[in-house]
């Protein structure tokens, strides 16, 4: 059983952020037609590594999704967008404020044509507000969210990060906004308009900020990968060479990894019950807990953290990742038959339903290879569909 199998979602977004949320619905059955440009299609096509020139990066996020090539600036297209959404539950876009409406697409018009749609609009910035109608990217939001400017060595500049980390933050969000909507229409029998800023949700994550800085005046400062919350919490180097990390974010982590360490009587100190008051020593705990990872191979320290029940991982890149055990028995990834590669691997569904599992069906698709399809289910002659191919509205 696949639990949204009765739902159908128009991705009719780019890049990442967008045609994630509707990745993750795919990925639970949902029937996800995604909407690119004929000749341009989505940029995320030629984002990152590629395999003959196909972008492997799309094979994971086009996944689950039919594609259609429809031009949405022509009458033409924009009439099969009607098409769709009175047959469809949601429409996930991303265009600039003032887009849809100005090609006779405002989603209360599509509202009433079909009453149970929702129209999930992810931007920049919001519908509303000085910066609405400016270009936004996942890279603008960790600027402005405060998330570069506590990132970093603290002598060092502002850090943004080496992915796409806003998007992927937002299309979880969208996710959750969707179901949330699809919820209330349970309730109402109504569809309704969701506005989500990019620049929003990963702010969510920062921690109380905003409420520090009303109540205490306190700015976030960079600290490397100390943490500004509870020590020793940091990287550190063994003898043979590995970094490993370690968290103490629980009081009794806290008191194992100085006990391990050689250090027991630091627990006897006042300042050491809380974490800000670790925090205030961290030169001492990281002093300690460095000097003792640092005269032993890694596989020694996993091994005694491990028997003390305090926290500690290896830093992993892709080759370690690929021959982890835990990830293994999760079945964190799966090879899958590709129509232009052969096969491909990509991660699977982020989380296991007992009942309701998802399921990768196929990666990400050639441009157009479904508008047919997808036409012929909105009624379209096959005649209808050829003028508009050789028009340049379809491919």
Known sequence: MTILGDLRIIDAATLFAGPSAAMMLGDFGADVIKIEHPRRGDPSRGHGASAGGVGLWWKTLARNKRTAAVDLSCAEGQEILRRLCERSDVLIENFRPGT???????????MKLNPRLIVARMTGF???????????????????????????LPDGPPTLPPLALADGIAGLAMSYAVMLA???RERTGRGQVIDLAIIEPIMGLLGPQMTAYKALGVVPRRTGNRSSSNAPRNTYRTRDGRWLAISTSAQPIAERVVALVGRPDLVEQPWFATGQGRVQHVDELDEAVASWIAERDAAEVIARFEEAQAAVAPIYDVTDIAEDPQYKALGTFVELPDEELGTVTMQNVLFRLSDTPGEIRWPGRPLGRDTDEVLGELDYSRERVAELREAGVIA
């Not at 849809?100 to 599509?110: A, T």
């Not at 936004?136 to 939001?141: C, N, S, V």
Request: no cysteine; glycine share 18%; aromatic share 8%.
């Open 182 to 184: 699809l919820h209330a």
């Open 126 to 152: 919001g519908q509303h507000g000085p910066m609405a109608r400016q270009p936004g990217f996942g890279t603008l939001a960790e600027a402005m969210s405060g998330f570069a400017a506590m990132t970093g």
């Open 100 to 110: 849809l409406e100005r090609w006779g697409l405002d989603p209360d018009d599509l």
